[in-house]
């Protein structure tokens, strides 16, 4: 299949690098057609690895991957061109982080939105699904670093778009327990929730740590 | 141990009666010394249950549980008075949901802000944990209603308090995860939690759930 990473951090390339190795094509995506960091990843992962701007990566893609910083995610999907994005799943991991207040960061999301909310309010054309925005990015493509059954979430408006993303998570990152939390506004329980993702980091001292679902049997 | 519960709600009702039961002799605390939801808890718990303002209650207990609801959890300790709180440790299971947007909440204070921040801020000579405020309450008090372990967690600034909050969460209410967030202010991560526990508990069909979290060994 053929993917956009939308965005060269270290969310962009560990993804990226797990579709390529998939056997997926990937082209990613950044503000400039040679961005070094983007180069660099493609040198590394081989033949089916390229790179562009967000609107070449949003063109080239069947399937878009959200992984620029909540700041500039808007600014990025306005980039990419609505005619890029048309009927196209994306997959949001992004987070409204707000670093200006100083660390830990804040949300620059009231509590009665959502990031995921509003790129899809911006881009209606796109069938948005927020995943994978609760862990590390090591974690999002290797769940099994972890031991035993743990939660990653998605939230989407479309049935059919998060039933494509639940089958790329398990058949393809391979996890196991995915929860399918609801519509598109529950987008603000997982953005939420990295307010104590940051302190239990800080507990823990590895954000190599997940949360697990239990419920009475 | 005397200890007060300040409150009449579901929470209140459920964290009293364990109380009594594990031996203590509890004074619920509410508006009114002659509340109708304290008078009827009184009667059914027994010799060792009592009720009286949030004042009377306050200066009966060595230890202080906040079960009010969030919109209300300064006021109610306002009307406990400064003199009975002086230097006593304050569990607050309290949340900043905010109702007044519709269903479901969202929260009152801001993510560079939560509500046990402005508690321990108003009443320096209270000892403030923040506990309990991630689980139902049936959960809170029964951890073992879901099995395996899961998480229970504190946040406060006095290592003494919380050592002392701990021993009670384990030892009295059977708790076997009791994760140490840090100061007050990892209030934050928990009360922003809630953002997720509302959706999961819409998902999962029941409240009778928590998480636990899971590390690289």
Redesign the interface.
């Known amino acids: 299949m053929k993917i956009a990473v939308l965005g060269t951090g270290m969310v962009g390339e560990t993804i990226a690098s797990k579709l390529v190795a998939l056997g997926h094509e990937v082209k990613m995506g950044s503000r400039s057609a040679n961005n070094e960091k983007a180069a660099a990843w493609v040198k590394k992962a081989g033949a089916k690895a390229s790179q562009g701007t967000f609107a070449d990566a949003s063109a080239f893609g069947e399937l878009l991957f959200n992984c620029t910083l909540g700041t500039g995610s808007i600014e990025a999907l306005e980039a990419a061109g609505k005619q890029n994005l048309k009927g196209k799943i994306l997959i949001d991991t992004s987070n409204p982080l707000?670093f200006s207040?100083g660390m830990p960061p804040?949300?620059f999301t009231?509590?009665?939105d959502s990031l995921g909310e509003r790129i899809q309010r911006a881009f209606p054309e796109l069938k948005v699904v927020k995943s994978l925005n609760t862990i590390n990015a090591n974690v999002m493509v290797e769940p099994s670093?972890?031991?035993?059954e743990?939660?990653v979430f998605v939230s989407g408006n479309d049935a059919e778009a998060k039933r494509q993303v639940k089958q790329l998570l398990t058949e393809g990152f391979g996890w196991k327990q995915v929860?399918?939390?609801?519509d598109i506004t529950?987008s603000?329980?997982?953005?939420?929730?990295?307010?104590?993702?940051?302190?239990?980091w800080?507990?823990?001292g590895?954000p190599?740590?997940?949360?697990?679902?239990?419920?009475?049997?």
Request: charged letters at 20%; aromatic letters at 6%; proline letters at 4%.
């Open positions: 707000d207040k804040g949300l009231p509590s009665n670093r972890i031991p035993g743990h939660a929860v399918d939390l609801g529950t603000r329980g997982t953005e939420s929730y990295l307010m104590l993702w940051l302190r239990l800080g507990a823990l590895t190599d740590f997940n949360i697990s679902i239990v419920k009475k049997g």
